[in-house]
């Protein structure tokens, strides 16, 4: 399903429960244990004649992790987008910008939807955008749409409202988390990050509803033209691309944070990777195979274009790409979290399998290997963690699920595929073996080793799997370690307490704990 159709099926059945929030205000989802806040501020608001950008900073001034939700996510590969919808208040004068997990139980979406929840640590602080084409389309006090079209209006006040958690979402301590077995899913297996994002099922039971909170702020004294309609897609004439003799891409702010905006992916790069892509903002294209592949975001010249129109886009990072042709700029487009297009600087395209632009930057191909390749580790982690629920339903004792339990290192490549026929995986499914598979090693259906003399009571910094050669069920020391799986030389290897590590050198590995 098209994530922009998802949009508006979320859009329609959360609406009726709008006015439930309205007057929260910080103080009033912020009452905790916590000395400190959760806070959210403007820093920057322009309208024109043709849309509304804002920026804005979310901060962390608690003593928790914030789980803050970026977006909604339904059966697709798309995992990175951010999602938030538009309302009018009763009193005519308020638009609301809201991003809120919590619905009445009553309705029914026609498929499950996931909220994507991102992670703020304490302390923290996090910078995103919003674009809204003008005038944008609100659902009306009623919870419809343009049931009685009645002309351009205008807001004199802007509301942002987005909803979160503070509690064990992360599943650090799997056994004692809310989410529990949601956190084991397939789906959350497709996480760019598993420790700064979580994807939950909006009808778990273990996600109470009234503890989600609410960040908001409201901007004064504005006028916002707005149309209450059902006309959220127009046609225009398509650009399209010509033979263009260079692109320029220029990544805001920069390809590290672009690419791997979460803390835990840059803690696998080396100081001087981290300054290299926080310096590296700008590519150019002149091969005439990666021009044909950004050909691939731009529908056909010949055909017009379904743009989305007056709906709020919401996003970390972006793109501005340019092309020229004979010398001069032809056309010009943002991409936004690396899935969705805004073009002019107004109208929003969104169409299936949007390509990523890590195919046309090689300063980044290598460090996203490692980083998959240690989001397998991450992945497996999880599996272990769960491995206790089929040993209950094995033994047929119930008590077991409390515990945490790791298979007979000789058999535990064999072990973990076998929870996955339960969970619709199939024990011989490609995703059931996936996480086995270093994305950089070449052939082999397994490329990591588990250390025998780690126990789930042993020390949280014990070696507990680590990267290797091709080999079915490997277990053993040091010894088997590789720093051959990547480029450049080095290896992942994943701690008793769920931390993935990096390791360069022969020094590095012979401090870890082994024993």
């Given at each position: 399903m098209n994530r922009y159709t998802l949009f508006l099926i979320v859009l329609f059945i959360f609406a009726p429960s709008v006015m439930r929030t309205q007057g929260q205000t910080d103080a009033d989802s912020s009452t905790s244990k916590n000395t400190g806040a959760m806070r959210i501020s403007v820093t920057s608001l322009d309208i024109n004649d043709e849309a509304l950008n804002l920026v804005y900073e979310i901060r962390n001034d608690t003593d928790d992790d914030a789980w803050i939700l970026a977006g909604w996510h339904i059966l697709s590969e798309v995992t990175s987008g951010m999602d938030a919808g538009l309302q009018m208040a009763e009193d005519g004068h308020t638009l609301t910008i809201r991003a809120r997990f919590n619905r009445p139980t009553k309705v029914m979406a026609p498929q499950p939807l996931y909220g994507r929840f991102v992670r703020l640590r304490p302390g923290d602080r996090q910078t995103e955008e919003i674009f809204i084409r003008l005038p944008p389309c609100p659902a009306s006090q009623s919870g419809h749409v343009g049931q009685q079209e009645q002309g351009i209006k205008h807001a004199t006040r802007l509301a942002i409202e987005l909803g979160y958690f503070q509690d064990n979402l992360s599943g650090k301590k799997p056994n004692d988390t809310l989410v529990s077995r949601n956190v084991f899913s397939r789906r959350n297996e497709r996480l760019n990050s598993r420790d700064d994002e979580i994807l939950i099922v909006d009808d778990r039971l273990e996600v109470k509803r009234e503890d989600e909170r609410v960040i908001r702020t409201v901007?004064?004294?504005?006028?916002?033209?707005?149309?209450?309609?059902?006309?959220?897609?127009?046609?225009?004439?398509?650009?399209?691309?010509?033979?263009?003799?260079?692109?320029?891409?220029?990544?805001?702010?920069?390809?590290?944070?672009?690419?791997?905006?979460?803390?835990?992916?840059?803690?696998?790069?080396?100081?001087?990777?981290?300054?290299?892509l926080q310096s590296g903002r700008n590519i150019v294209l002149n091969d005439k195979q990666d021009i044909h592949t950004v050909a691939e975001y731009i529908p056909n010249t010949r055909a017009d274009t379904t743009v989305i129109v007056g709906l709020p886009v919401r996003y970390r990072s972006h793109a501005e790409v340019v092309c020229y042709n004979k010398g001069k700029p032809f056309l010009s487009f943002s991409i936004r979290n690396d899935d969705e297009i805004v073009i002019e600087g107004k109208y929003l395209?969104?169409?299936?399998?949007?390509?990523?632009?890590?195919?046309?930057?090689?300063q980044i191909q290598a460090i996203d290997l490692r980083i998959r390749c240690a989001a397998n580790l991450k992945n497996l982690w999880y599996r272990l963690h769960f491995y206790n629920f089929r040993e209950a339903l094995r033994q047929n004792d119930f008590f077991i699920r409390s515990k945490t339990l790791y298979p007979i290192p000789s058999e535990w490549c064999d072990d973990i595929p076998r929870l996955y026929p339960t969970l619709g995986g199939g024990r011989t499914s490609h995703w059931a073996t996936k996480p086995h598979i270093c994305p950089s090693a070449g052939e082999g259906k397994n490329h990591y080793a588990m250390n025998p003399n780690c126990k789930p009571d042993s020390p949280p910094d014990m070696v507990l799997l680590f990267e290797t050669k091709s080999g079915w069920n490997q277990h053993g020391g040091l010894e088997l370690?590789?720093?051959?799986?990547?480029?450049?030389?080095?290896?992942?290897?994943?701690?008793?307490?769920?931390?993935?590590?990096?390791?360069?050198?022969?020094?590095e590995l012979n401090k870890l704990r082994w024993k």
């Open positions: 901007i004064e004294n504005i006028r916002i033209p707005y149309e209450e309609t059902r006309n959220y897609t127009r046609k225009i004439k398509s650009p399209g691309l010509l033979s263009y003799e260079k692109i320029e891409i220029q990544y805001k702010p920069s390809m590290l944070e672009y690419f791997f905006p979460y803390k835990s992916q840059q803690s696998l790069l080396s100081p001087d990777e981290k300054e290299h395209i969104s169409f299936k399998d949007l390509p990523s632009l890590k195919k046309l930057t090689p370690f590789t720093f051959d799986n990547h480029n450049p030389k080095g290896g992942c290897v994943l701690l008793n307490d769920g931390t993935v590590k990096f390791i360069r050198t022969k020094e």
